[in-house]
């Protein structure tokens, strides 16, 4: 197979796709025919500068190199996914109770470790403890859902589609498990881009600063929509996970899906 030229300086390989594997290329301001090579991919100075994919027989290209506003935003959203819950803030505290509000409208809480929160889905009495492995924002994207999609949100949290199984998957504990998986997916804390999912996010961040607050709701219907396709119960929990994040990739790949709103997917939301 011969390489094909494309913009700039990128050489692809046909028979290159996304789902498969990935040339890096060099950009430079004036083009010659030695400015770029294709092949196995090598880090080249602080990182790649694009990506060269093949998309139903064109080429397309995706840069790396981050704009001043890509840099801020994936510095914010580094950000929140270092902030802990730290029951003792009182800005934390009013952020689990509107997550309540929002859930059960009408309803009021009386404290923050009650036997009512077992109702939401989280494993004790004090949720504070299960947001342990993925942070504050893990309670944010729960809220962000709640507000943004309440229909979807109610109908996921009383299970109100399809035939639900006896031993259902608890709603909020499952919310925190998919801010983690999101997270692994797109590998925000590599110091250089490791995955190509990654670079195509970056770039729906520079065009949405929710993107990742969006992206986890999409991620939500999907995993139980597959719940449902599956007839899963609570012990196939972590393999319909693992379907989810196929799913999700797999949509961020497609042609055409240029911004989180593009997946198909996000027709599911309410």
């Known amino acids: ?9 990128c050489v692809a390989i046909r028979a290159f796709s ?13 083009f010659s025919s030695d400015d770029a090579t294709c092949g196995k991919p090598v880090w080249m100075g602080k990182g790649l500068t694009c990506v060269c994919f093949n998309r139903k027989g064109s080429f397309s290209r995706i840069c790396i190199h981050l704009t001043p506003l890509q840099e801020e935003r994936l510095r914010r959203l580094r950000h929140r996914t270092k902030v802990y819950f730290d029951a003792s803030r009182p800005d934390h505290q009013a952020s689990l109770r509107a997550l309540w509000s929002a859930a059960y409208p009408g309803q009021e809480i009386q404290s923050l470790i009650s036997d009512k929160w077992k109702e939401m889905g989280w494993q004790g009495r004090d949720p504070s403890t299960d947001f342990r492995g993925a942070g504050f924002i893990s309670l944010e994207n729960l809220l962000f859902f709640a507000k943004t999609f309440s229909t979807s949100f109610q109908i996921l949290l009383k299970k109100q589609a399809g035939k639900r199984a006896v031993w259902e998957y608890p709603f909020a504990v499952a919310g925190v498990n998919i801010t983690f998986m999101i997270m692994q ?14 670079a195509v996010f970056l770039q729906m961040l520079s065009e949405n600063e929710w993107a990742f607050d969006l992206l986890y709701c999409v991620a939500f219907m999907i995993m139980d929509k597959l719940w449902l396709e599956k007839n899963a119960t609570y012990m196939e929990f972590n393999e319909i996970m693992k379907l989810a994040r196929s799913q999700l990739e797999k949509e961020l790949l497609m042609e055409d899906v240029l911004r989180i709103e593009d997946m198909p997917s996000y027709t599911l939301l309410c």
């Open 1 to 9: 197979m011969s390489p094909e030229r494309i913009q700039g300086s």
């Open 18 to 30: 996304p789902s498969s594997s990935f040339s890096k290329c060099t950009q430079s301001n004036s």
């Open 185 to 198: 997916m797109l590998d925000l804390d590599a110091t250089k881009p490791r995955k190509f999912v990654r």
